[in-house]
T-cell receptor, first 111, second 115 residues
């Protein structure tokens, strides 16, 4: 079946460094991608999204890059802060339908 | 805006009992809500899609008679775990699809522990 996966299960960075979290997806028909942040014991929190007609989108301290050729999605966090420590999930959907979540990457920011 | 609440946030019950979890969109209407289950250190797994005024659509492997879903209004969906057993212990998360934005807004989750 279709799946969305993450390359690395854990990522540890120093406070102030940039973080890059990667995601591979397998459904070439997916047209909408989202990054979520989930803190322990809480629901997912929307970070940023991108549609398939774009290859880059920037938010506050975050950038999402989409490479449809290799079906790859990445989340870049600039100047990572301790408050960014969480599990990050990518998700993909098609035609405003249900989302399929990836496995998640645990980001740990060392002070 | 776009706040989704869940109640209760945490519930402990005995094996064999039924538990109802409510999901509410507080400041927007949602014809579609989703129910997910998340085991420790795992991703969110979609259980079912809840449609207002019609039957829920269940994912493969999810027992519809065990996980009863009712979407009675544009702001409320309920998930009832019937005859709960310890293996049903999990973190249950709902989301609501905004009509105008088509974005998915998540609730804070409900921690179910079945003894």
């Amino acid at each position: 079946g279709e799946s969305v996966g993450l390359h690395l299960p854990t990522l540890s960075v120093q406070e102030g460094d940039n973080s890059i979290i990667n995601c591979a997806y397998s459904n070439s028909a997916s047209d909408y991608f989202i990054w979520y942040k989930q803190e322990s014991g809480k629901g997912p929190q929307f970070i940023i999204d991108i549609r398939s007609n774009m290859d880059k989108r920037q938010g506050q301290r975050v950038t999402v890059l989409l490479n449809k050729t290799v079906k790859h999605l990445s989340l870049q966090i600039a100047a990572t802060q301790p408050g960014d420590s969480a599990v990050y999930f990518c998700a993909e959907s098609y035609n405003a339908g249900k989302s399929t979540f990836g496995d998640g990457t645990t980001l740990t920011v060392k002070p | 805006g776009a706040v989704v609440s869940q109640h209760p946030s945490r519930v402990i019950c005995k094996s064999g009992t039924s538990v109802k979890i409510e999901c509410r969109s507080l400041d927007f209407q949602a014809t579609t809500m989703f129910w997910y289950r998340q085991f420790p250190k795992q991703s969110l797994m979609l259980m079912a899609t809840s449609n207002e005024g019609s039957k829920a659509t269940y994912e493969q492997g999810v027992e519809k008679d065990k996980f009863l879903i009712n979407h009675a209004s544009l702001t409320l969906s309920t998930l009832t775990v019937t005859s709960a057993h310890p293996e049903d212990s999990s973190f249950y998360i709902c989301s609501a699809l905004g009509l105008a934005t088509e974005k998915e807004y998540f609730g804070p989750g409900t921690r179910l522990t079945v003894l």
